[in-house]
C-alpha cells in the first residue's frame, strides 16, 4: 500500500521535474494529494475488475496496475505509449488492466462504468466496476442519468467521487445547490459514506465493503472522499501564486498529506522501518528513471500511423 | 418471403440476431413493455425477456454511456434513441467516447455498438422529431453513418451493422417507415456497409439521394424527359466515392437531393469529392435540392422545406440545360 502510494506521488513529481523541458507534449491533470484514493479504493480490486477515470486518472491508472512505462511514452507522444502516443496524459485505455478509459469529459466515464457493470450482471462474471470522478461530475448530467439507473438496476458499481472541492478554480460552493455530495447519491436509494480521502486505511476500508456489497449483487455504492489538489487544475505549476485559491487552504491540507500521514502510521505502529521505506522510495525512483529512458528513447509515430485504430 | 414494410423489416433483423447472438441486448426509452413508439422492438420483450430488452429512463447520455460500457465488455448492445433530435444529447457520448474508444485503446477495445433513431421529416412531427443529423454525424470519425431507404436494406444493412465492430448510427427514415413494402427474404442476409447502390442505370445525368428522399426522388424522375442513373448511397460514413466518382464520370452531370439543411449538407461533401476526383468529366456544376437553413418547420411549412417532385424536377432541367 505504501508502495503504490509512493509510486503515485514520486511519478507525479517526476512530471513536474520534467515538464518544463517542454517535450513532453501532453498537457497533464497531476493526482499529487489524492494518492490515497487509487491506492485505497484500487488495492480491493481484481485485474479484470473495470475502472473509468477522468483527466486526473494518472493515480488510477498506475492503482490499477498499468505500466509507468508506456504511460510517460503517451505524455511524450511516443508510439509505444498506451494510445500509440495519440491520446495523451488525458486518453489512457488499458483493456488488459480493466482500464475502460480516462476521460477529457467530465462526467463521461460514469454510463460506461454503469455499462460495463451490466455486462458483467448479464455474462453473471462477478467483475466490479469503479467510476473514478471529481466533484465537477457532479455538475453534470450524465453523473445523475448514471446514479438513477445503477441504482435501478443493482449494478455492481462504486462510485467513488474525489471531491476536490474546486472544478477548475471554481469552488464547489459557488456551484452546487446542495454541498453534501454523499447525501445527493442516498437520493438515489444506494448507501453513501462520506470519507477522509486522505486518510488511505479508511477508504480502502470502506472500498472494501462497497466492492464486496457490489460482487455480492446488492447493488451500487456511493463514495464521497473529501481531498484536495496541489496543484494547479492542469500543469505542473501550483495555482495558489495566481490568487485561484487561498494560500492558507492549501497549506492546511499539504500539513494533511496522505502519504506522510500514513507513513507516520507504519513507523508508529511500528509495521515498517524507516530503513525498509527508504529501500522502497529507492525502488520507486529506479522504476521511474527506466519509464523516462524507455519514454524519452521511444520513437514518435509516423504520419502513415495517422489512419490506424479509426475503424 | 413476405412482404414487409421497413418498421417490420428493422423488427425481423432484430429478431433473428437477437435468436442467434446472446450478447445482443436492445435497450431504449420505451423499446420493451411497449415495443417503441414506431412498433420497431415490438414483441422482442415478449420473446427474450426484461434483461435482454430493456426499458431505460429518457436517459439519452445514459443510454448510449451504458452501451459503450456494456460493448468494451463483450456485449453486442443496439441503442433506440426514440426520436434523431434526442440525439443531440446523446452526441456527447457517441462522439467524445464510442467513436474514440478504439484509436485511445490501440485497436484493442472496440466498440460494437448500434445507435437506431428514427429521423427525417415528412411526418407532421415539428422540430426535433424531424431533425436530419447525418452530416454532423459524418463528421465524426470512428462512427459508421447507413441510412437504408426501404426494407430490404432496412434489414441488410442493420444485421451488418450489428455485426460491425464499431460503433454505427443506423438513421432510420420516419417517413417511409411504413410508406413501402417489398419482398424481404425471410432468411438471413447482409447488406454491405460502405457500399452505394446503382437503382437504376443511366445515361444522362447522376441522381444522388438516400433516406426518405429516395422514394420521392425516383418517382420525380419518372416524370423527367432524361434518363437518369440513380443512386441510393445507403451509407454515409464511410461513403462509397468510388461508385459516385465512376457514375458521375459517365454522365457528367449530377444533382444531389437532401432534406436536411444546405449550408454543410452531405451534399456539399459529395460535390467537393466529385469536384476532386471528377471536375474534368463535368459538363454542368453539380447541382443540389435540398431543405432550407432553417429549424425544421411544422405543418403547412413543412411542404416548401422537403424537396418535393416540382423543386427535384427543376434541378434536374437546371442541371441539363447548363
Redesign the interface.
Given at each position: 500500500m505504501y508502495l503504490l502510494m509512493l509510486r503515485i506521488r514520486k511519478f507525479e513529481e517526476k512530471v513536474v521535474e520534467l515538464y518544463p523541458a517542454q517535450d513532453m507534449r501532453s498537457p497533464v491533470h497531476l493526482y499529487i494529494g489524492h494518492e490515497a484514493i487509487a491506492t485505497g479504493v484500487c488495492l480491493n480490486l481484481r485485474k479484470d475488475d473495470?475502472v473509468?477515470s477522468n483527466h486526473r486518472g494518472h493515480g488510477h491508472c498506475i492503482a490499477k496496475g498499468m505500466d509507468m512505462r508506456l504511460m510517460l511514452a503517451e505524455f511524450y507522444g511516443k508510439k509505444t505509449g498506451?494510445?500509440?502516443g495519440?491520446?495523451g496524459s488525458m486518453?489512457?485505455?488499458?483493456?488488459?488492466n480493466g482500464v475502460?478509459?480516462t476521460?477529457?469529459?467530465v462526467g463521461?466515464g460514469?454510463?460506461?462504468?454503469?455499462?460495463?457493470?451490466?455486462?458483467?450482471v448479464?455474462?453473471g462474471n462477478e467483475?466490479v466496476?469503479v467510476a473514478f470522478f471529481g466533484d465537477g461530475a457532479v455538475d453534470e448530467?450524465?453523473f445523475h442519468?448514471?446514479l438513477?439507473?445503477a441504482s435501478?438496476k443493482k449494478l455492481p458499481v462504486v462510485f467513488v467521487c474525489e471531491n476536490n472541492f474546486y472544478a477548475t478554480n471554481s469552488h464547489q460552493s459557488a456551484r452546487h445547490s446542495n454541498n453534501d455530495i454523499a447525501c445527493l447519491a442516498e437520493g438515489y436509494m444506494m448507501p453513501s459514506v462520506c470519507v477522509d480521502g486522505n486518510d488511505v486505511i479508511t477508504v480502502f476500508e470502506t472500498a472494501r465493503n462497497a466492492i464486496n456489497r457490489a460482487r455480492s449483487g446488492k447493488g451500487p455504492t456511493f463514495m464521497e472522499c473529501r481531498t484536495y489538489r496541489w496543484k494547479a487544475h492542469v500543469g505542473p505549476d501550483c495555482d495558489v501564486e495566481k490568487g485561484c485559491r487561498p494560500r492558507e487552504e492549501l497549506d492546511q491540507w499539504v500539513k494533511r498529506c496522505p502519504v506522510k500521514r500514513f507513513r507516520e502510521l507504519l513507523l508508529d505502529e511500528n509495521v515498517l522501518p524507516e530503513s525498509e521505506m527508504l529501500e522502497l522510495a529507492r525502488q520507486v525512483d529506479e522504476e521511474i528513471e527506466e519509464a523516462v529512458i524507455f519514454a524519452k528513447n521511444s520513437p514518435l509515430p509516423s504520419p502513415t500511423e495517422l489512419y490506424?485504430?479509426?475503424? | 418471403m413476405a412482404r414487409l414494410n421497413v418498421v417490420q423489416a428493422i423488427n425481423l433483423a432484430l429478431r433473428q440476431e437477437m435468436r442467434k447472438d446472446k450478447r445482443l441486448i436492445v435497450l431504449g426509452e420505451d423499446v420493451g413493455k411497449s415495443g417503441g413508439v414506431f412498433r420497431a422492438t415490438d414483441g422482442l420483450q415478449e420473446e427474450f425477456g426484461e434483461d435482454r430488452v430493456v426499458d431505460t429512463p429518457l436517459s439519452e447520455v445514459g443510454i448510449v454511456g451504458t452501451s459503450i460500457g456494456l460493448a468494451v465488455n463483450g456485449m453486442r448492445p443496439v441503442a433506440e434513441i426514440q426520436f434523431s433530435g434526442f440525439l443531440y444529447s446523446a452526441y456527447d457520448q457517441i462522439t467524445t467516447h464510442a467513436a474514440r474508444i478504439r484509436t485511445r485503446s490501440r485497436g484493442r477495445f472496440t466498440c460494437p455498438i448500434v445507435i437506431r433513431s428514427p429521423y427525417g421529416g415528412g411526418v407532421r412531427a415539428l422540430e426535433l422529431h424531424c431533425e436530419s443529423q447525418e452530416a454532423i454525424l459524418a463528421h465524426t470519425p470512428g462512427i459508421k453513418v447507413v441510412i437504408p431507404s426501404r426494407p430490404y436494406d432496412a434489414k441488410g444493412l442493420l444485421i451488418s451493422a450489428i455485426r460491425d465492430p464499431d460503433p454505427v448510427v443506423f438513421l432510420e427514415p420516419m417517413r417511409v417507415y411504413r410508406a413501402i413494402k417489398e419482398e424481404v427474404p425471410e432468411e438471413e442476409y447482409t447488406v454491405p456497409l460502405g457500399k452505394a447502390d446503382v437503382i437504376k442505370k443511366g445515361t444522362d445525368l447522376t441522381v444522388i439521394s438516400w433516406g426518405a428522399m429516395m422514394k420521392y426522388t425516383r418517382e420525380a424522375l419518372e416524370k423527367a424527359d432524361y434518363n437518369a442513373e440513380i443512386i441510393d448511397v445507403r451509407t454515409i460514413s464511410p461513403l462509397d466515392s468510388e461508385t459516385i466518382i465512376n457514375s458521375v464520370k459517365k454522365t457528367g452531370r449530377c444533382l444531389i437531393v437532401h432534406e436536411a439543411p444546405r449550408t454543410c449538407g452531405f451534399g456539399a461533401e459529395i460535390i467537393a469529392q466529385i469536384n476532386e476526383k471528377a471536375f474534368l468529366h463535368l459538363e454542368a456544376p453539380v447541382e443540389r435540392v435540398t431543405g432550407f437553413d432553417v429549424p425544421f418547420p411544422m405543418y403547412k411549412l413543412e411542404n416548401y422545406y422537403l424537396p418535393d417532385e416540382r423543386r427535384i424536377l427543376k434541378g434536374v432541367e437546371k442541371v441539363m440545360k447548363f
Open positions: 473495470y473509468s498506451y494510445c500509440k495519440k491520446g486518453h489512457l485505455v488499458d483493456p488488459e475502460l478509459g476521460s477529457a469529459i463521461g460514469l454510463p460506461l462504468a454503469v455499462g460495463a457493470a451490466l455486462a458483467s448479464m455474462q467483475r466496476s448530467g450524465s442519468e448514471s438513477n439507473f435501478l490506424e485504430d479509426v475503424y | -
